[in-house]
């Protein structure tokens, strides 16, 4: 039997779209992928975030993203970003660490009404939960 894969996802914020992705890959490969997060900025909660995504039934009160430099990339068999700003971030990441590039949007940074907050983090939300199936799919594959 293989080595179990682990996925890090990096973004710019740690409590939007890492936390989203995180929280959809635990939910969906359980104990069978490794996952954590890490951001290069802002690690605050988001009050949107944990309500879009209880509304989808994943809890991601208890998930927070570690600092990008504390964290061993060598030890993860997927890195994924989320955003365009860590792409950067990622410039020494160890040969045979597979690298997908997502570019997702940041809901943080939409302001408006509530209900306009809330219906952008569930757009990012169910991008989010697509992208995690379609890479879990070929994660799980082998």
């Known amino acids: 039997m293989g080595k179990k894969a682990r996925i ?12 989203m992705a995180e929280g959809f890959t635990r939910y969906y490969a359980g104990a ?3 996952v954590d997060s890490a951001a290069s900025g ?3 909660a988001n ?14 009160s208890h998930l927070a993203a570690s600092p990008l430099e504390s964290l061993d990339l060598s030890s993860f068999s997927h890195v994924v970003t989320l955003s365009e700003e860590t792409e950067g971030d990622l410039a020494s990441v160890p ?3 597979q690298v ?6 940041d809901p943080t940074r939409v302001r408006g009404n509530p209900q306009d907050l809330i219906q952008t983090f569930r757009a990012v939300r169910n991008a989010t939960e ?4 379609d890479l879990l799919t070929r994660v799980l594959r082998g």
């Not at 890090?8 to 936390?19: E, I, K, N, P, S």
């Not at 997908?100 to 949007?105: I, N």
């Open 95 to 97: 040969g045979g660490v």
């Open 130 to 133: 697509k992208k995690v199936k």
């Open 8 to 19: 890090l996802f990096v973004c710019t914020d740690g409590l939007a779209r890492c936390q």
């Open 32 to 34: 069978n992928v490794g």
């Open 100 to 105: 997908e590039h997502w570019r997702l949007p």
């Open 47 to 60: 009050p949107f975030c944990q309500w879009a995504m209880n509304e989808a039934g994943v809890d991601v």
């Open 42 to 44: 802002d690690q605050s």
